[in-house]
């Protein structure tokens, strides 16, 4: 047998399956360490508790997520703490308005960064964030997706923020969301964040933003002063009106839709933070470092 060529061989295959990925680790404390004494930090979840316990989060406050319509199993993997929530069904995790304090981050100027550690599985999911679609009219706020193709936004990281709560006029749906160039692998550990700045909507994957030319947003042709539809970038995402305070829970996997809990996540979550301002390209990159 030819050893040297078969231990040549199970290299190549290591470097294979780790290149370009985020590494899995059994904890990973000076990542938690440095998104801790990361300045306007909020919440931070690690997703280490178990299934039918509250998932409690560093930083401002402890904001115990709780299960809906079912229990969230977790799963002895993850980049954060070793461990990771898995989604699937219709299972989801909340925390009533009342009780978001400082995550009901809203404000003409007011910036916010979401960020999360994932295992996407596939179709449109919601990561976490404020964003109600349905009661009241409406009321978006913030929010975290994965894949939102309606807008061109298909198999990306999406950042979604909203002024008014309500549907973009004059079209059905809210459109003013930031979608990043690359594609999200499925059954991969993925690095997805957006940020605003209160002018500018950003999405990254895996830490780095890639700039999307300007492009015919798709299904926006035929409305009220739009015949010919609406051309513009998807990333960076021009959006001066700043983030409304509209009343949302507080949810994670799942948002209100007009049918009910919809846009369910599914795969992993093995961390999710939240910030009171727009971090830079720089400090973003910086969470890969460790």
């Not at 994957?205 to 300007?214: D, I, M, S, T, Y």
Request: overall charge positive.
């Amino acid at each position: 047998m030819n050893y040297p060529f078969l231990l040549l061989l199970l290299l190549l295959v290591s470097v294979g399956e780790s290149f370009g990925k985020i590494p899995v680790k059994k904890g990973n404390p000076e990542l938690v360490s440095k998104i801790k004494s990361n300045s306007g930090l909020v919440a931070f979840w690690d997703f280490k508790e178990g299934a039918g316990k509250p998932r409690k989060a560093f930083g401002e406050g402890k904001f115990p997520l709780k299960e809906q319509k079912g229990q969230i199993p977790r799963v002895s993997e993850g980049p954060i703490s070793g461990f990771s929530a898995l989604f699937k069904d219709s299972a989801f995790l909340s925390l009533p308005n009342r009780k978001t304090g400082k995550l009901n981050i809203y404000g003409k100027n007011q910036g916010v960064t979401v960020m999360a550690w994932v295992k996407w599985e596939g179709k449109t999911g919601f990561v976490g964030g404020m964003w109600n679609e349905y009661a009241s009219g409406g009321k978006r706020q913030y929010g975290l997706f994965v894949s939102l193709p309606h807008y061109n936004g298909g198999d990306q990281v999406c950042g979604h923020i909203s002024a008014t709560g309500k549907p973009t006029p004059p079209f059905p749906y809210s459109i003013d969301y930031s979608a990043s160039k690359q594609t999200v692998e499925k059954g991969q550990w993925q690095f997805v964040t957006f940020t605003y700045d209160g002018e500018f909507i950003c999405s990254y994957l895996n830490g780095e933003l890639e700039v999307r030319e300007p492009e015919l947003i798709k299904n926006t042709k035929g409305f009220p002063g739009y015949p010919e539809g609406i051309t513009h970038s998807e990333n960076p995402y021009f959006y001066p009106d700043g983030m409304g305070n509209n009343g949302s829970d507080f949810t994670v996997g799942a948002v209100l839709l007009a049918r009910g809990m919809g846009n369910f996540f599914r795969g992993q979550i093995g961390g999710l933070a939240l910030f009171d301002r727009a971090l830079s390209a720089e400090e973003i990159t910086g969470f890969l470092k460790i």
